[in-house]
């Protein structure tokens, strides 16, 4: 029996067992809840043609369907399972005093629409959380209106484009955006009325000046970059791009999603950002994945201020003791959603700040940077590193050596790691780099997890080269194994159908 054979025979055993557990529990005249008698008056039927003769669903006890879920869950990975490499996104370990203090009644039983007297103390929070990411990014102002990381992208373009029209350079039309900065950048510069054009990067991973150069003229609006890059670098040309991008009129927009590996060391305002926002989710601690939940909060220059998208908290001592209230800045954008950002990460944040102070935000730069450079040094003599450099928070390999040698991908080494126990670093990103795997430690793995994670990836290359077989039919030890992603994606069967005896 070859090895397609043993992992298709192993992959059916896996969807029985599957099956088995989960799906056919089902047994006529089992109730897992008693509802009380309606004491509302009935209805007029909906129409016929809303209606259906029957709707087969599972007839399940109670315990039966706490197990269902129960075991359903536990075939989803989390970072409380295991090490979560995955870069560019920060999945870190998030203390869970943070979500202790968050679900506390005082601050996740108050509803949004509240007098503003009866929540002080939660715009004491927001007040001070505003501050907190000010002083540590070295801004003027800050809004926590923005749900998340991509919406800030889209406050921060907007405020730009209102700053150059309340100062009559309707001209101002056009954004540059670096070629190694987060993929949202150009769809959240577009959405905002923006012509987009991108710049490359250099041959060592920096921001390609003569190319910036070339591109800006009297209709530059401004310039999105991420600091450090998607690459994992610091671009060691940021002072000069933004003197060129300022003496042209233009704002420059700092993409903060990979701010951990900055707190403490260097403040963009100080280098000469306009604009930065941050996910708060990602830096400041916020379980999340799955699309959410985030916040992303946006900094700005003093000249931006009265840009921000409302509401912000203003402080203001006063006799009646209410302190604390909500205002619109004069030329604000608006509103980026209902209310007043997503609150529980807000306070999650907030927390994690006060806990950790300002040798803790210090540590949180040394340790995802010393952890990533560690995985570099050890691996580069096993996978392409494109660019020779000490890196930042993440580094970037590139599967291009096993392409070559024996077709394997990028996405044959991801599924592989599956099998280790560990989930798969970001793949095919940044885009510049050919067959990129993206690995983010972050600050808070130990060593010996950054140890068992570089003796897989060794024992994977390894097996890339004698054994190829076992990558492309990764992963073997899951409930799934490999699937056609992109059908799953585009045309999901979310439909279940008991199997006929």
Known sequence: MNS???????????QNLIRKLLMDRSQPGKVGAHTPESDVPKQQTLPNKYLREELPLPEVSENEIVRYFSQLSQFNFSIDHNFYPLGSCTMKYNPKINDEIASLPGLSEIHPLQPEESIQGALKIIFELQGFLAEITGFHSTSLAPMAGAEAELAGMLITRSFHKNNGNDHKTKILITDSAHGTNPASAVMAGFDVISIPSDQ?????LEALKAAINDDLAGLMITQPSTLGLFDTNIIEICK???????????????????????????????ILHSNLHKTFTQPHGGGGPGAGAIMVSEKLSQYLPSPIVKYEKNNSQNDYSLISPE???????????????????????????????NQISQDAVINANYIKSHLEEYYDLPIKRKCMHEVVFSASNFKKLNGIRALDIAKRLIDYGIHPPTMYFPL??????????????????????????IKISEEAKNDPEILRNAPHNTPNSRLDEALAARKPNLRWEKESN
């Open 4 to 14: 397609n054979q043993i992992t298709n025979e192993h992959h059916i055993k896996k």
């Open 204 to 208: 060592n991973g920096n921001t390609d």
């Open 432 to 457: 510049i780099i050919d067959e990129a795997l993206m690995i983010e430690p972050t600050e808070t793995e130990s060593k010996e997890t950054l140890d068992y994670f570089i003796s897989s990836m």
């Open 331 to 361: 030329h604000s954008i608006g509103k980026m959603g209902g209310f007043h950002g997503n609150f529980g990460a807000l306070v999650r944040a907030y927390s994690y700040i006060k806990t950790l102070g300002k040798q803790g935000i």
């Open 244 to 274: 060129m991008v300022k003496d042209a009129g233009g704002v420059l927009y700092g993409d903060g999603a990979n701010l951990n590996a900055l707190l403490g060391r260097i403040k963009p305002g100080d280098l000469g950002f306009d």
